[in-house]
């Protein structure tokens, strides 16, 4: 079982639409949790990184949240736009290595 | 651009040969980590290098092997192909461990390796 499970596994919103990406990781102890934005064909691109002391963290119209208690993060897109059609990936850090959610696909229609 | 650099972007070989792929890290960055992506799949950690030592190990086969030079730059060198191994290949790296606070990784634009 993957130790980072992303929820859902795609999404398609209309543009001008908020919308919310889930993930669920049971690695521990950790030291961060990023979330990524990976175009397609393209290498990923970090959007947030947040310490298991942090709640929030804002990148423009990207807000991601964490609660350390429940092991959950979520990433909040504001008024998306068609640019926003992407895979996020949530990525928890540990010691050594990062532990990657196989992603959530977003499609963003006109 | 994230300053990690890897060659060849593309490359198309036969079953049961050999290749190598190449990262250049970051200016100043230590680690190198190479990534295997599947088609649509998501991010396989292969192996990490921390300034010419190996430091983790994820599901990396025993036909796959890497290393780091003194020069920090990282090869991965794939052998007796199968078709399977056709993906995306990924280089990401960063100053220290990513386990430290706020240490930033940063990925290059990634080898599609086809393999036919």
């Known amino acids: 079982k993957n130790q980072v499970e992303q929820s859902p596994q795609s999404l398609i919103i209309l543009e001008g639409k908020n919308c919310t990406l889930q993930?669920?990781?049971?690695?521990?102890?950790?030291?961060?949790l990023r979330w990524y934005k990976q175009d397609t064909g393209r290498g990923p691109v970090s959007l947030t990184i947040m310490t298991f002391s942090e709640n929030t963290k804002s990148n423009g119209r990207y807000t991601a949240t964490l609660d350390a208690d429940t092991k959950q993060s979520s990433l909040h897109i504001t008024a998306s736009q068609l640019s926003d059609s992407a895979s996020y990936i949530c990525?928890?850090?540990?010691?050594?290595?990062?532990?990657f959610g196989a992603g959530t696909r977003l499609t963003v229609k006109p | 651009d994230s300053g990690v650099t890897q060659t060849p972007k593309h490359l198309i070989t036969a079953t049961g040969q050999r290749v190598t792929l190449r990262c250049s890290p970051r200016s100043g960055d230590l680690s190198v980590y190479w990534y295997q992506q599947s088609l649509d799949q998501g991010l396989q950690f292969l192996i990490q290098y921390y300034n010419g030592e190996e430091r983790a190990k994820g599901n990396i086969l025993e036909r796959f092997s890497a290393q780091q030079f003194p020069d920090l730059h990282s090869e991965l060198n794939l052998s007796s192909l199968e078709l399977g191994d056709s993906a995306l290949y990924f280089c990401?790296?960063?100053?220290?461990?990513?386990?430290?606070?706020?240490?930033?990784?940063?990925f290059g634009q990634g080898t599609r390796l086809t393999v036919v």
């Open positions: 990401a790296s960063s100053v220290g461990m990513t386990g430290g606070v706020n240490t930033e990784a940063f």
């Open positions: 990525v928890v850090s540990v010691v050594l290595d990062m532990r």
């Open positions: 993930c669920n990781y049971t690695v521990s102890p950790f030291s961060n």
